[in-house]
């Protein structure tokens, strides 16, 4: 992968996954036979850390935030427990981001394992 597709990639990637996890995508992609068709492809799958947030504070008590980015069990957890009286949703408002950034991450290492 040509040095201008990779940087325009890792733009793309950096607002969803973890800042510190950059340099070993960058790493993953320059060792990768994956073309960069494939992963913007990919990356457009991904789910928004914003679009979470939002979720999180209009419908985060019924933990559609955690259904968003795939965490399933979080997510009939906060709602059979209405967001953990309340508690679980207000500090998840401000775990959200992180959390759909690293999921993004484990998803991406995931798909490069098996793509090598």
């Known amino acids: 992968m040509e040095s201008e597709q990779l940087n325009s990639i890792l733009v ?5 996954i ?3 996890c950059i340099p070993s ?3 993953r992609l320059e060792s990768s036979d994956v073309s960069a068709e494939e992963i913007m492809a990919f990356t457009s799958q991904m789910s ?7 979720l999180s504070i209009l ?6 935030d955690r259904f968003y980015i ?4 979080l997510g009939v957890g906060k709602l059979l427990t ?9 500090i998840d408002i401000f775990l959200i981001i992180d959390a759909t950034k690293q999921r993004n991450f484990e998803r991406l290492s995931r798909y490069l394992a098996i793509a090598k």
């Open 12 to 16: 793309l990637l950096s607002s969803k």
């Open 18 to 20: 973890p800042a510190g």
């Open 25 to 27: 995508v960058r790493a």
């Open 48 to 54: 928004d850390p914003t679009v979470a947030m939002i």
């Open 59 to 64: 419908v985060g008590i019924l933990g559609v």
């Open 70 to 73: 795939g965490d399933t069990g």
């Open 82 to 90: 209405c967001g953990g009286c309340y508690i679980w949703w207000l």
